[in-house]
Every structure is written in structure tokens, then in C-alpha cells.
């Protein structure tokens, strides 16, 4: 079972899914955040506003009050964690490690707390239904065939835009199973539509 999030003092675009341009996020180094990082490249491909109207609608009527975290972090932070491999743990640790991840979960600049809870992963999984996900899928499919491929972040792993699009009936015939309530079985589920989602990032 998920226990309650935790309600912490983060700078979040809530419910704004402007795009923070990458040479505008604050960190601690003197070194300028890549503009070529996988992370960025990804970040072009997602659909954030689609993302953040399926949260909404999983969010419900809210207690007055009573803030909710964006979409743009929920899914981000549940596609972080499947494509890099990682358990719930280690998602907390390798987000506050990491400020592409923070910029990619659309933080405005880095913070050492961690930025969310273990439990919190639980309860993002549980936001984004089957269906959800396999028109999040369809729309970065379509995004990354109308970008230059050679540009794209999957362009050096060997996983080419029409594989994926094939693979896209796989995705649906998954998602009708994923109709348990349990978070691990879930997340089981979920993990084997992201894993496509994250197949074509280089794993450098």
C-alpha cells in the first residue's frame, strides 16, 4: 500500500509546462548544464501537456489547499526510474544526485534535499492508466519521426523510429493487462511500456 507523499518545499512549474531551457537552470557548478545531453533531447519528445491532462484527470477534486505535485513530475520521475533500471530507492538517490534529471523533472534549478519520497513512486504509477500510456507513446513516436533523426537520442543505439512503431501493437496488447490495483503488479506492467518508451535513449 502507498503511504501519504510527503509535503515538501520544492520550486515546481505547477500545473506550467513551459519549457526551462536548459542553459537557465540554476546549479552550484561553474560548468553549464550540456544541451546535448539525452536528457534534453528526451525531454523535446514528451508530451507534457497531454501528461499533465492525464494527471489532472487522476487527481480528481482537490481539498482546498491541498497541492499535488505536476504531471510532468510524476511521469517524469516513474521514466527516469525505467530506464535507468533502478528501484524506488535508488530512483530518490540518483534524482538528487543528478541535476539533468532534476531540470528533466522540471525543477527551476538544483537542490541536495531529495525533491520526493519512495512512496511517492507508488502512488505516480497509479496516475497513468493503460490508456494513457499508449497515447503518450503514440505521440513521441510521432514527434520523434517529425525530428531529425540524426539528432534524435536514440540515433546512436541502433533502435530505428519505424522498429518502434512496430512494436507499438506489443505496447497495447500489454497495457490491456494492466488492469490489477496492486502497485507491484502495476508496476510490472508499466515497466514493460516504458522500456520502449526508453529504448531508443543511449545508455551512455
Known amino acids: 500500500m502507498c503511504s501519504k507523499p510527503l509535503h515538501l518545499e520544492i520550486q515546481l512549474y505547477q500545473h506550467n509546462n513551459r519549457q526551462l531551457e536548459i542553459e537557465a537552470f540554476k546549479t552550484p557548478f561553474r560548468t553549464p548544464l550540456d544541451t546535448e545531453n539525452r536528457w534534453v533531447k528526451l525531454a523535446k519528445l514528451v508530451p507534457w501537456d497531454f501528461v499533465e491532462e492525464v494527471y489532472l484527470r487522476s487527481l480528481g477534486r482537490k481539498k482546498e489547499g491541498q497541492r499535488a505535485l505536476p504531471g510532468r513530475f510524476a511521469f517524469g520521475s516513474i521514466l527516469i526510474q525505467e530506464k535507468l533500471g533502478l528501484t524506488d530507492r535508488e530512483t530518490v538517490d540518483t534524482i538528487r544526485e543528478n541535476p539533468y534529471l532534476q531540470w528533466f523533472l522540471g525543477l527551476q534549478e538544483f537542490q541536495i534535499k531529495p525533491p520526493l ?85 543511449s545508455s551512455s
Not at 132 to 156: M, Q, V
Not at 162 to 176: G, I, K, N, Q
Open 117 to 201: 519520497d519512495q512512496s511517492q513512486l507508488c502512488r505516480f504509477r497509479k496516475r497513468f492508466p493503460a490508456q494513457a500510456i499508449a497515447e503518450i507513446n503514440e505521440r513521441i513516436l510521432l514527434a520523434a519521426r517529425k525530428s531529425d533523426r540524426d539528432d534524435l537520442p536514440f540515433s546512436r543505439s541502433g533502435v530505428s523510429t519505424v522498429c518502434l512503431h512496430r512494436a507499438t501493437p506489443f505496447l497495447h496488447s500489454t497495457m490491456d493487462t494492466m488492469s490489477s490495483i496492486s502497485c507491484t503488479s502495476l508496476s510490472v506492467a508499466l515497466s514493460q511500456v516504458l522500456r520502449f518508451l526508453c529504448s531508443y535513449m
